[in-house]
């Protein structure tokens, strides 16, 4: 036992000894071809005397870098990601400074600009050797993830034994829709998840509510609740105010009405952790969580899951040249694609390219750490989406290579976690599953030469912009558009200017959610009937019905209740009572169960006067958005209604044999089961107590939470935040893209 300790004392030394030589020659370089970088006084040194400068400032960079980081990162958690990630060149390149300053003989002097250069380098390049160090002897790497566990645990003041019951991880792959990662496997993009479909794993295909989109979607499956969510975003007639999902104001109102009406604080309400996600799900332990992002102060525990990644400046360092790699790619694959001549398309200029380069690696990288650590620290239930095939798609297509890119390294990040959960201290079950598909096909604007916009406010009689009078003739859609839009208004169209006038308090508010039009009328109270619309716009639901680039048209009637209105062939416009759809007639095209999802959404208080879904084209799978994307979801059509859940064959089955998953809160009833799953005797609830099975709880109490009402409280102290993973871990990663 005593030569074991001293052989790893031994081997730990000799690791320090190598990533100090290596820094060290590092520093000797750069001096060498940096001109504001020196490591000999002016008067001229010999070259060992510059090489023990150079020893003696890596040493105490690295010793700043090791004891004094962390300190500044915890400091400043309370910054964006964004502003973090750009001020730890800052800072790294002071603790530069600092150690060049306290080398004895004076003779080393950076210039500041500098200093963050050299800097940045020497973090990349110790963190590269220690990487190379730790994969070189698998035996040192694990003991060190042991022993980070062990510290984590004791922190905690827990012990996790080998008979604990297994912990499950949920990776949401944001957007990846269930045809899409079949084709992925069957083409060789995702040889993890292949290799879980041959071996352990069970794929099943579930079915989104009518507003197929994130906000919807996870706050189901979260919270048990998606109710009064008609899209992506909506107008409230009794607040005046526009709800978008991925606001954190509205995120945060969206949570607290789930919350108040299932009764239950969330998913991940037992010792759970919620990464990169809209909702927290009830979680302790947050990271990238927007329903948390507009508090202030301490009650904002989501920024504190930074300091698990940028505690290291080399992840930084790492990240940031990540960041600029991704920016390039994209210049690189967007040019391309113009001179391909690739249609459909979309416009990727200006700020799009950070964007997605901080969707597809900060975004990525910080998420993916924070979900390791959880696992080291063994907690219960982690729920984390990784959205960068989601944002790549929206303006490359869901089938374009971009987008299969983007799958490959998806694919690499959860083989990392799942070799990270060999080493946690108790096993993990890994869910993957997805909040819906994306449809791909033109925009609308793009088709048809106008905006949905501009349809309503002509069916209105309210100028519409130079645009859409000025459709190109070559193409029958284009003229058919313009035709009902003339036929419609029986008026010229006005100015550009005149369209950005308001029209006093008739101007309807019509926003977007994917190829979903919600239309709005907000100097009347309620929802408006056909009737009323028809009295006060009489040209405008036919103008909307007819134009070939949309599917149908859902509205109250004072006579029959609510109709779906939608064009049927030589018939024309036709008006089916929705309580007596069947999925035949206008909705056959979009499959079954599309009758309920619209029944469902008609049910809810804040849907608006007129909702609107796109054209959808069986044959090709096209609809068209109402806003710039081209691949797009919020509504139904395709693809986009269709996402996955693949989860260990251990599991229960999702659904009976032959039945359908539909809905999202379904899905939260299926996950939440399988945390009540575990083999053998499970000594504690792995699932937050629901409202049915909690004792009474007092007016206002939430059930769900960590404490039930009536239980003894937690001795267990909440993990500290900052829980940082190796660095060695996800540098592997980075190294393969």
Same mark, same amino acid.
């Given at each position: 036992m005593g030569e074991r300790r001293w052989r790893t004392a031994g081997g730990a030394l000799l690791r320090v000894i190598v990533v100090w030589a290596v820094s060290t020659l590092t520093m000797l370089a750069l001096a060498a071809v940096l001109p504001d970088f020196k490591l000999q006084s002016p008067g001229g040194d010999s070259i060992t005397r510059a090489a023990l400068t150079a020893a003696w400032g890596a040493g105490v960079f690295g010793l700043l870098s090791a004891l004094v980081w962390p300190v500044l990162v915890r400091a400043l958690l309370l910054v964006s990601a964004l502003v973090l990630g750009l001020l730890v060149f800052f800072l790294n390149g002071s603790l530069l400074l600092i150690a060049l300053w306290l080398v004895p003989d004076g003779s080393a002097a950076v210039a500041p600009e500098t200093a963050v250069v050299v800097a940045a380098v020497m973090s990349a390049v110790a963190s590269?050797?220690?990487?190379?160090?730790?994969?070189?002897?698998?035996?040192?790497?694990?003991?060190?993830?042991?022993?980070?566990?062990d510290r984590r645990r004791r922190r905690r003041g827990e012990r996790i034994g080998g008979s604990a019951p297994p912990g499950t991880v949920f990776l949401q792959l944001d957007g990846v829709g269930h045809a899409v990662l079949v084709r992925a496997v069957e083409g060789g993009l995702m040889p993890t998840v292949a290799r879980w479909l041959d071996s352990s794993h069970r794929l099943t295909r579930w079915r989104t509510d009518w507003s197929s989109q994130t906000g919807a979607s996870q706050l189901g499956i979260l919270h048990g609740s998606n109710h009064d969510v008609p899209g992506f975003r909506w107008y409230e007639k009794d607040t005046g105010r526009i709800m978008v999902s991925n606001r954190p104001a509205s995120a945060a109102e969206l949570q607290r009405r789930a919350v108040e009406r299932t009764r239950d604080a969330g998913l991940l309400s037992l010792d759970g952790a919620s990464r990169g996600n809209l909702f927290s799900g009830g979680a302790d332990q947050l990271a990238l969580v927007l329903s948390v992002a507009a508090r202030r102060g301490r009650a904002n525990r989501s920024r504190a899951g930074y300091f698990a990644y940028f505690s290291d400046p080399a992840n930084s360092v790492r990240t940031a040249v990540s960041f600029v790699a991704e920016v390039a790619r994209e210049l690189g694959q967007s040019v391309r694609s113009r001179l391909r001549g690739d249609r459909p398309r979309t416009g990727r200029?200006?700020?799009?390219?950070?964007?997605?380069?901080?969707?597809?690696?900060?975004?990525? /990288?910080?998420?993916?750490?924070?979900?390791?650590?959880?696992?080291?620290?063994?907690?219960?239930?982690?729920?984390?989406?990784?959205?960068?095939?989601?944002?790549?798609?929206?303006?490359?297509?869901?089938?374009?290579?971009?987008?299969?890119?983007?799958?490959?390294?998806?694919?690499?990040?959860?083989?990392? !976690?799942?070799?990270?959960?060999?080493?946690?201290?108790?096993?993990?079950?890994?869910?993957?599953?997805?909040?819906?598909?994306?449809?791909?096909?033109?925009?609308?604007?793009?088709?048809?030469?106008?905006?949905?916009?501009?349809?309503?406010?002509?069916?209105?009689?309210?100028?519409?912009?130079?645009?859409?009078?000025?459709?190109?003739?070559?193409?029958?859609?284009?003229?058919?558009?313009?035709?009902?839009?003339?036929?419609?208004?029986?008026?010229?169209?006005?100015?550009?200017?005149?369209?950005?006038?308001?029209?006093?308090?008739?101007?309807?508010?019509?926003?977007?959610?994917?190829?979903?039009?919600?239309?709005?009328?907000?100097?009347?109270?309620?929802?408006?009937?056909?009737?009323? !619309?028809?009295?006060?716009?009489?040209?405008?639901?036919?103008?909307?019905? +007819?134009?070939? +680039?949309?599917?149908?048209?859902?509205?109250?009637?004072?006579?029959?209740?609510?109709?779906?209105?939608?064009? /049927?062939?030589?018939a024309g416009i036709v008006e089916l009572p929705l309580a007596a759809l069947d999925g035949t007639g206008p909705l056959a095209a979009f499959g079954p169960g599309a009758a309920d999802a619209v029944r469902r959404t008609d049910s809810f208080p804040h849907v608006a006067d007129i909702m609107v879904n796109s054209?959808?084209?069986?044959?090709?799978?096209?609809?068209?958005?109402?806003?710039?994307?081209?691949?797009?979801?919020?509504?139904?059509?395709?693809?986009?209604?269709?996402?996955?859940?693949?989860?260990?064959?251990?599991?229960?089955?999702?659904?009976?044999?032959g039945g359908e998953l539909a809905g999202a809160e379904q899905v939260h009833e299926v996950l939440r089961r399988w945390l009540g799953e575990a083999p053998g005797d499970a000594h504690a609830p792995q699932v937050p107590l629901g409202a049915e099975h909690a004792p009474q709880a007092p007016p206002g109490a939430v059930h769900g939470s960590r404490t039930p009402p009536g239980a003894a409280e937690d001795p267990r102290p909440a993990a500290p935040a900052g829980e940082a993973f190796p660095a060695s871990g996800w540098a592997g990663q980075d190294k393969s893209e």
């Open positions: 590269a050797t220690s990487t190379a160090l730790a994969v070189r002897d698998d035996n040192a790497y694990r003991r060190r993830l042991s022993r980070l566990a200029g200006g700020l799009y390219p950070f964007i997605r380069a901080f969707a597809t690696v900060v975004e990525r /990288d910080v998420v993916v750490t924070a979900v390791m650590g959880d696992m080291l620290a063994g907690r219960t239930a982690v729920y984390a989406d990784l959205v960068a095939y989601d944002e790549v798609a929206h303006h490359s297509g869901p089938h374009s290579r971009d987008a299969a890119k983007v799958l490959e390294r998806i694919d690499r990040a959860v083989a990392l !976690i799942a070799k990270v959960a060999e080493h946690a201290p108790r096993s993990y079950r890994i869910v993957l599953l997805s909040d819906h598909g994306q449809s791909p096909g033109e925009t609308f604007a793009g088709t048809y030469g106008l905006t949905l916009r501009d349809l309503v406010r002509a069916g209105c009689g309210l100028p519409v912009s130079r645009r859409a009078g000025r459709s190109r003739s070559g193409a029958e859609a284009r003229d058919a558009a313009r035709d009902a839009l003339r036929s419609a208004l029986h008026r010229p169209v006005g100015d550009e200017d005149a369209a950005e006038r308001p029209a006093g308090g008739s101007d309807p508010v019509v926003l977007a959610s994917g190829n979903l039009g919600l239309i709005s009328f907000p100097e009347l109270p309620g929802r408006l009937s056909r009737e009323q !619309i028809d009295r006060r716009h009489p040209a405008l639901l036919h103008t909307l019905a +007819g134009h070939p +680039g949309i599917g149908f048209l859902l509205v109250r009637s004072e006579r029959h209740g609510s109709v779906l209105l939608a064009r /049927d062939g030589a054209m959808y084209d069986p044959a090709s799978g096209r609809v068209h958005a109402f806003e710039e994307q081209i691949g797009s979801h919020g509504g139904l059509g395709g693809e986009q209604s269709y996402p996955f859940l693949l989860a260990p064959r251990e599991l229960s089955d999702p659904v009976a044999d």
